[in-house]
């Protein structure tokens, strides 16, 4: 079964509003999670480094103020899309290491389809 | 930014046939990994391999690396229509100080045609 869970798997809203997307670890704590972002056809980029308890750390390019990231407790980190535009369309995954940092193996969410009209 | 690039982009082949795919990397790394996408789904973790290993087995899968060269390919053996998805590369960079963080290869897309 699913070891991380998203949510919603799929929203649709209008121009200028904001969008929450959760992350879950289900049976197991993530000190960090990760947030990538999928255009149609096309790879994963990685968008930001999700960190318990502090500040979230964003790659190069993508604006934090935007996409605003919380990772409040050990089993959730938030994905909110501030006042979000049509060129925010997009296909958001997080992911989560399962085991100690270092080993390399994530596991990724369903992810989550937003569509901004 | 994106580092790892695949061929071929596309693969279409007929069911019990073998389909290989390729990735290249550009920095050093600790491991690379193989994801399997299925359309508008998440990622499914195929088989890790890491730096110091040449070539790993899983069920109908054959994964080589090629430090030297930066490559690696994906073998999937006697292919079944269930197969058909895309397929991602993915390295840790060895100097992100293996903090989990993946850069994806641009992934190939494989159909298998029953």
């Known amino acids: 079964g699913a070891v991380v869970s998203q949510h919603p798997s799929w929203v649709i809203c209008k121009s200028g509003t904001s969008v929450k997307i959760e992350c879950r670890s289900l049976d197991f704590q993530a000190t960090t999670m990760f947030w990538y972002r999928q255009f149609p056809k096309q790879s994963l980029m990685l968008m930001a480094t999700s960190n318990e308890g502090s500040k979230a750390t964003y790659e190069q390019g993508v604006e934090k103020d935007k996409f605003l990231i919380n990772h409040a407790s050990l089993t959730l980190s938030t994905l909110t899309v501030t006042s979000a535009h049509p060129e925010d369309s997009s296909f958001y995954i997080c992911s989560a290491p399962r085991v100690t940092i270092g080993t390399g193996e994530l596991f990724f969410g369903e992810g989550s389809r937003l569509t901004v009209l | 930014s994106q580092q790892g690039e695949e061929d071929p982009q596309a693969l279409s082949i007929q069911e019990g046939e073998n389909a290989t795919m390729n990735c290249s990397y550009k920095?050093?790394?600790?491991?690379l990994q193989w994801y399997r996408q299925n359309s508008g789904r998440g990622l499914v973790h195929l088989i890790l391999i890491r730096s110091n290993e040449r070539e790993k087995h899983s069920g109908r899968l054959r994964v080589t690396l090629d430090t030297s060269k930066k490559s690696s390919s994906l073998l999937i053996t006697a292919s079944r229509a269930a197969d058909t998805a895309s397929y991602f590369c993915?390295?840790?960079?060895?100097?992100?100080?293996?903090?989990?963080?993946?850069?994806f290869g641009q992934g190939t897309t494989l159909q298998v045609k029953p």
């Open positions: 920095t050093s790394i600790n491991n």
């Open positions: 993915a390295t840790d960079g060895r100097g992100s100080s293996n903090t989990g963080k993946l850069i």
